[in-house]
């Protein structure tokens, strides 16, 4: 089994930046693709970003491309996602999320999933 934990969220102002992280524990060996998702109230769950284990494929959603960055570091079991940029619809809990198989767009790729961590960005 693998267990992820997300830390980094908080209250940001508009146009402003946040780092959020996420630490795998357990059979890390056998994770591949990492990726975040992200749900605010009242909407579905939605794809953020992935990175394979070589970090030498991104994929980012329309919404993030060119203000958010995903980033991962191996030796520590670990993903950030560098958001710049924010924007008030960017408001909703992040979920990290990793696989044993190539990384993808959609959540039932991921069968592991932290609890998530609230980013709200005021006005």
């Known amino acids: 089994q693998v267990q992820l934990v997300e830390s980094g969220g908080g209250l940001v102002p508009l146009g402003g930046s946040l780092r959020l992280s996420c630490t795998a524990s357990?059979?890390?060996?056998?994770?591949?693709?990492m990726g975040w998702f992200r749900q605010a109230p009242g909407k579905e769950r939605e794809f953020v970003a992935s990175i394979t284990y070589s970090g030498t494929t991104t994929y980012y959603s329309d919404s993030v491309q060119g203000r958010f960055a995903i980033s991962r570091d191996n030796a520590k079991n670990t993903v950030s996602l560098q958001m710049n940029s924010l924007k008030l619809e960017d408001t909703a809990v992040y979920y990290c999320?990793?696989?044993?198989?190539?990384?993808?767009?959609?959540?039932?790729?991921?069968?592991?999933w932290g609890q998530g961590t609230q980013v709200t960005v005021s006005s």
């Open positions: 999320a990793a696989t044993r198989l190539n990384i993808g767009t959609i959540g039932t790729q991921y069968p592991y």
């Open positions: 357990g059979r890390t060996s056998s994770i591949f693709g």
